[in-house]
């Protein structure tokens, strides 16, 4: 299975001129046969946190139906990122799955806020996991700064799920984090990580891109630079199970005394 990752240079709060970048990016990966995509963080506003009360859309707004066309279109799978969602008078930061017929499968608004970013200021929490089926196999959604609590991706891991996705717009000041962060994630949950950080900004707001694709033995099969990029690899979503039973960490423990 080809897979995109979306490695996107965001313009901060430029709604329309993002929804154009992703959309060429979608068809950059077409021409190169991928079949599952993935976007990053808050990728059709940023972190314009000021402004995000008129930039948020509502499910139904024009960038979730222009990737629910694409996917119907194409037939493909998109991992719609996230997007500033309004919804019930409130601001959340959330992240959908969508089908290959363009029906969104699941949403996922983002748990845990980062305060470092000032985003609880703006921003409502949501207050339930995700995961859903894709044609690769069951697979969980967290967003960003929840890689840094590992009982999330744990629990989506202990379900079943075998991917786990992490949309971010994560700053260079942390690169070390988040590399450590997305190898670790994939290890000790034994499934397949696919992150797409964003490149934008400048000084201390500037992200750090490298959007990684590692397998679940922790081998980084993609890795993006610092600049703009659509990352493409070839997966083979079927090791999970052999290196599951190769190294039985979830047969293996004992939760009893933890
Ligand atoms: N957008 C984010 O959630 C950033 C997270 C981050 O910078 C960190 O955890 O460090």
Redesign the pocket.
């Known amino acids: 299975m080809k897979v995109a990752v979306l490695q996107m240079n965001v313009r901060l709060g430029d709604v329309e001129a993002n929804r154009q970048k992703a959309l060429h990016m979608i068809h950059t990966g077409l021409a190169h046969h991928a079949q599952l995509f993935v976007l990053p ?2 990728w059709t506003t940023g ?1 314009r946190l000021d402004q995000i009360h008129t930039l948020a859309e509502p499910e139904t707004g024009p960038t979730l139906l222009l990737l629910q066309r694409l996917a119907r279109e194409y037939s493909i799978e998109i991992i719609a990122g996230s997007i500033a969602e309004s919804r019930n008078s409130k601001i959340y930061n959330t992240a959908y799955a969508i089908d290959k017929t363009g029906a969104i499968i699941a949403k996922y608004s ?1 748990i845990h806020l ?1 305060g ?2 000032a ?1 609880e200021k703006y921003i409502s929490p949501g207050d339930r996991k995700c995961s859903f089926e894709l044609s690769t196999g069951p697979a969980g959604l967290i ?3 929840d ?2 609590f590992t009982e999330l991706p744990r629990s989506l891991a202990l379900e079943g799920c075998t991917t786990l996705f992490i949309p ?4 260079e000041q ?1 690169g070390e ?1 988040w590399r450590v962060l997305n190898q670790a994630r994939a290890i000790e949950n034994q499934l397949f990580v696919i992150s797409a950080n964003t490149v934008n900004g400048r000084g201390n707001g500037k992200m750090y891109g490298h959007s990684m694709i590692i397998d679940p033995w922790g081998k980084i099969i993609a890795e993006g630079g610092s600049t703009e990029e659509l990352i493409l690899a070839d997966v083979d979503f079927s090791t999970v199970a052999d290196i599951r039973k190769r190294l039985p960490v979830f047969t293996d423990r004992r939760p009893q005394y933890y």
């Open positions: 963080e808050m972190y983002k980062i470092l970013m985003e967003i960003c700064y890689i840094r971010a717009q994560w700053p942390r984090h």
